[in-house]
């Protein structure tokens, strides 16, 4: 949930720029987000120290253990969240945050590569430790104003997500069925085409360009495919694992704020900032819901 609460209230923030949305919205947003992030790395932390079996357990399971990589993601959105207040605090957790990305990375990702992947595993989950992590830093480093660091995390980001499509969509396509009670982490399908256009902006100066089109385009084609799979993975009902298209429907709302300011495709990005703003409001209201119920957390 932090994630694309961060995301959103960030995209928020842009919007606020822009003269779209007012501050306190994008802010009490952000701020929202941080302490349900902080409440969630106490709690990550409490479990590593007194649950370690349960830890050790998610950190070799080949799907469980991408999760992880949620932890230095929002630790940098948590900076960028806190940039214009605390500006020490801000650079410091998106150093630790950029550093944790690639220490997992290497640990995951470059672990991998002895052959102890399985097809099954090959989720839009793996998207997270290689793509997601670099395409923000990529977009911390360019708020900081360290433009080449940026670009080298773009590109990091970049060809991980080239060299990652294939494999993902050939195992949607030609593997069993994800299980029911967890389809809608495909969702994180929709992710890397937008946050990866939102870190082309934070580097590139914020203009719509050919390549930036390039990405919408290829980001609303995955939206419109996923829009096709809902009823399929609704099949056994909403569950916490639909978070998995907040970040992309977050970064999808940043990308629309950017067409509404340049004037460009304005129907298009109108609707793009406010499908992927209200879809993230309704993941939260169903999330409340399932609390209501006393189904939100597994026993």
Not at 142 to 155: K, M, P
Request: charged residues 10%; proline residues 4%; contains cysteine.
């Amino acid at each position: 949930m932090p994630l694309g609460l961060f995301a959103l209230g960030l995209s928020w923030r842009y919007g606020a720029h822009i003269g779209l949305l007012p501050h306190w919205a994008a802010e009490t947003l952000l701020a929202a987000a941080f302490m349900l992030w902080l409440l969630l790395v106490i709690a990550y932390v409490i479990k590593i120290r007194f649950f370690r079996p349960e830890f050790l357990q998610d950190l070799q399971d080949l799907v469980q253990c991408c999760f992880i990589s949620a932890i230095p993601i929002t630790t940098m959105l948590a900076g960028l969240a806190a940039l214009p207040y605390q500006t020490p605090l801000a650079k410091g957790l998106i150093l630790l945050g950029t550093a944790g990305q690639l220490a997992f990375a290497m640990y995951r990702a470059g672990g991998l590569w002895r052959g102890v992947h399985t097809l099954d595993a090959t989720t839009p989950i793996v998207y997270l430790p290689t793509v997601a992590t670099n395409f923000v830093s990529a977009t911390a480093m360019a708020v900081l104003g360290w433009s080449d660091y940026a670009w080298l995390f773009l590109g990091a980001g970049l060809f991980s997500w080239l060299s990652l499509e294939a494999a993902i969509l050939s195992r949607l396509r030609t593997g069993t069925p994800v299980n029911a009670p967890v389809r809608g982490i495909v969702g994180i399908q929709l992710a890397p085409a937008f946050v990866g256009c939102g870190a082309y902006f934070a580097a590139s100066g914020g203009h719509i360009d050919t390549f930036a089109l390039l990405l919408i385009g290829y980001g609303c084609l995955q939206f419109l495919l996923l829009l096709r799979l809902l009823p399929w993975m609704l099949e056994q009902g909403f569950s916490p694992s639909f978070w998995g298209f907040s970040f992309g429907l977050a970064a999808m709302t940043g990308c629309g704020f950017h067409l509404i300011a340049e004037q460009r495709l304005l129907f298009l990005g109108y609707f793009l900032a406010t499908a992927g703003s209200g879809l993230v409001m309704l993941l939260l209201l169903a999330t409340l819901n399932l609390a209501r119920q006393g189904r939100l957390l597994v026993k």
